[in-house]
């Protein structure tokens, strides 16, 4: 195995220039070839597609001419497109699997690859492993051709089906409305959502309004992560327009963000909750709710209010796929900003989940705020935050191992009802423990950088307070 590519929870990514190479991606395209003979599905199609960061493109063409060369069937997307729109492809194509180059919402000196299942979600880890395997170092220089390659418009079919989960109709007739106001700002930060969102609504007679729309490859010199402290001009633009809702995807538009109509951001736990309450309030939906570890109880607090069966899994939205894959799910979402929707796929959607927001807002007729009053009425207050601690001691990766061979009785005056514990691969990814409804704390080691991430919620800002110091003085704790 080439020692230098190391495979993460979605794929590869690193730096360009450095371990992301031609040499190491012909590396990876020759054991993804390897893996599909394996498996004994390479005479099924692969397709491919890629973001706006430099060269994406043509290392998408390095890795189709790869596969091609080892005849198995390639379609190339023709263009930049959003994640969500090659995993469409990939289940409607009926292929074995998909490629997407991108690097997600990393800085813009990243790439990586994304590994698409067939089912149009991210592959589960222990299919991930089995390709790390195949890695080589001896498989260079490579044969290339491009006899099996299908150049194709993969954007038309996704739009298309969008609207079998999205009420086009409902769009249309709130912005034809003399007395609303179908009005949004876009920000695609220079990213893979060009200007998708806002064609798709002016088609249906909204004023939407797209700033960095064309992808950059330096994404405007911000990092593509669509949190408050990178979207100061779609704060700024959504405040002094008429808009009712800015919308923000990241660098390959499979995460969304949002912020109210005065340009205050709406934080991916909110986002959620009004996710989760259009979806049974307006839309009628029903099914299982599925969140990460970090995203707040009163997601829980509100599906089971309905009735919903819902699921707390572990951070990495291929653990929401994974329980997607055997319930009928409503709704997945995650602390990132990545939420997943009935009758779509297994698999975040920033497109889609932008979509959703402007729906909720046509068929409620209500603004974020008071949809949000709506949900602080049958839930309470969201109390919530996480800090990431510097941690560059050789033994990050033994204190959530160590967290959980101690008894923690107690996080300060509060009394520890239950702990879960997280793992991939053997190792602890993650420690939560449970005080009560809305009372918890959740410690993870990152597996890519120098930090222990620590998130709370409590039932007021101080509880919070509390309980991430506590996360602190817990990994600091001598060992036993």
Same mark, same amino acid.
């Given at each position: 195995?080439?020692?230098?590519?190391? @495979?993460?929870?979605?794929?590869?990514?690193?730096?360009?220039?450095?371990?992301?190479?031609?040499?190491?991606?012909?590396?990876?395209?020759?054991?993804?070839a390897?893996?599909? +003979?394996?498996?004994?599905v390479s005479?099924?199609?692969?397709?491919?597609?890629?973001?706006?960061?430099?060269?994406?493109?043509?290392?998408?063409?390095?890795?189709?001419?790869?596969?091609?060369?080892?005849d198995?069937?390639?379609y190339?997307?023709?263009?930049?497109?959003?994640? =969500?729109?090659?995993?469409?492809?990939?289940? +409607?194509? +009926?292929?074995s699997?998909?490629?997407m180059?991108?690097?997600?919402?990393?800085p813009?000196?990243?790439?990586?690859?994304?590994?698409?299942?067939?089912?149009?979600g991210? @592959?589960?880890?222990?299919?991930? /492993?089995?390709?790390?395997q195949?890695?080589?170092?001896?498989?260079n =220089?490579?044969?290339?051709?491009?006899?099996?390659?299908?150049?194709?418009?993969?954007?038309?079919d996704?739009?298309?089906?969008?609207?079998?989960?999205?009420?086009?109709?409902?769009?249309?007739?709130f912005?034809? /409305?003399?007395?609303?106001?179908a009005?949004?700002?876009?920000?695609?930060?220079?990213?893979?959502?060009?200007?998708?969102?806002?064609?798709?609504?002016?088609?249906?007679?909204?004023?939407?309004?797209?700033?960095?729309?064309?992808?950059?490859?330096?994404?405007?010199?911000?990092?593509?992560?669509?949190?408050?402290?990178?979207?100061?001009?779609?704060l700024?633009?959504?405040?002094?327009?008429?808009?009712?809702?800015?919308?923000?995807?990241?660098?390959?538009?499979?995460?969304?963000?949002?912020?109210?109509?005065?340009?205050?951001?709406?934080?991916?736990?909110?986002?959620?909750?009004?996710?989760?309450?259009?979806?049974?309030?307006?839309?009628?939906?029903?099914?299982?709710?599925?969140?990460?570890?970090?995203v707040?109880?009163?997601?829980?607090?509100l599906?089971?209010?309905?009735?919903?069966?819902?699921y707390?899994?572990?951070?990495?939205?291929?653990?929401?796929?994974?329980?997607?894959?055997?319930?009928?799910?409503?709704?997945?979402?995650?602390?990132?900003?990545?939420?997943g929707?009935?009758?779509?796929? =297994?698999?975040?959607?920033?497109?889609?989940?932008?979509?959703?927001?402007?729906?909720m807002?046509?068929l409620s007729?209500?603004?974020?705020?008071?949809?949000?009053?709506?949900?602080?009425?049958?839930?309470?207050?969201?109390?919530?935050?996480?800090?990431?601690?510097?941690?560059?001691?050789?033994?990050?990766?033994?204190?959530?191992?160590?967290?959980?061979?101690?008894?923690?009785?107690s996080?300060?005056k509060?009394?520890?009802?239950?702990?879960?514990?997280?793992?991939?691969?053997g190792?602890?990814?993650?420690?939560?423990?449970?005080?009560?409804?809305?009372?918890?704390?959740?410690?993870?080691?990152?597996?890519?950088e120098?930090?222990?991430?620590?998130?709370?919620?409590?039932?007021?800002?101080?509880?919070?307070?509390?309980?991430?110091?506590?996360?602190?003085r817990?990994?600091?704790?001598?060992?036993v």
């Amino acid at each position: 195995m080439n020692a230098s590519i190391k @495979f993460g929870t979605d794929g590869w990514r690193a730096i360009v220039g450095e371990k992301f190479n031609e040499g190491n991606l012909s590396r990876v395209a020759a054991a993804f070839a390897s893996y599909l +003979q394996e498996k004994k599905v390479s005479n099924k199609p692969v397709a491919i597609g890629f973001d706006g960061r430099k060269d994406s493109n043509n290392y998408a063409r390095l890795f189709a001419e790869i596969l091609s060369e080892r005849d198995i069937n390639v379609y190339l997307s023709s263009s930049i497109i959003p994640t =969500p729109v090659l995993s469409y492809a990939v289940k +409607q194509l +009926q292929c074995s699997s998909g490629i997407m180059i991108t690097a997600s919402h990393n800085p813009s000196n990243y790439n990586g690859v994304k590994f698409k299942a067939s089912y149009g979600g991210p @592959f589960m880890s222990e299919e991930t /492993r089995l390709i790390e395997q195949f890695v080589r170092d001896d498989v260079n =220089p490579l044969q290339r051709s491009d006899k099996r390659i299908t150049v194709t418009d993969f954007l038309p079919d996704y739009c298309e089906h969008l609207k079998t989960i999205i009420d086009f109709s409902a769009l249309q007739h709130f912005a034809s /409305r003399p007395d609303s106001n179908a009005s949004v700002m876009i920000d695609s930060m220079g990213g893979a959502g060009q200007t998708i969102l806002e064609d798709i609504l002016t088609r249906l007679g909204w004023r939407a309004q797209t700033i960095f729309g064309e992808p950059e490859h330096r994404f405007y010199d911000r990092s593509p992560e669509p949190i408050e402290k990178n979207l100061g001009p779609l704060l700024y633009n959504t405040r002094v327009t008429d808009a009712v809702l800015g919308l923000a995807t990241d660098g390959d538009a499979d995460r969304c963000s949002v912020v109210y109509e005065d340009g205050k951001w709406m934080t991916a736990q909110e986002n959620a909750l009004a996710l989760l309450w259009h979806l049974h309030e307006n839309k009628k939906w029903n099914g299982a709710v599925i969140k990460s570890a970090s995203v707040t109880d009163k997601v829980r607090m509100l599906a089971e209010r309905w009735n919903e069966k819902t699921y707390d899994v572990s951070v990495g939205f291929k653990y929401i796929t994974e329980v997607m894959l055997k319930e009928d799910f409503m709704f997945g979402a995650e602390e990132s900003g990545g939420f997943g929707f009935k009758n779509h796929l =297994p698999e975040r959607d920033g497109i889609a989940a932008g979509l959703m927001f402007a729906e909720m807002i046509a068929l409620s007729g209500k603004s974020l705020y008071r949809i949000m009053d709506d949900i602080r009425g049958m839930v309470g207050e969201l109390q919530y935050d996480r800090v990431d601690v510097p941690y560059d001691k050789p033994d990050r990766g033994e204190i959530l191992s160590e967290l959980k061979s101690r008894h923690i009785p107690s996080l300060g005056k509060y009394a520890v009802g239950s702990i879960s514990t997280f793992e991939e691969n053997g190792t602890s990814t993650g420690i939560k423990f449970f005080c009560g409804d809305s009372r918890w704390l959740l410690i993870r080691s990152s597996q890519t950088e120098p930090l222990v991430r620590i998130y709370a919620e409590g039932q007021t800002g101080d509880e919070v307070k509390e309980f991430l110091e506590e996360g602190k003085r817990l990994i600091t704790l001598p060992k036993v």
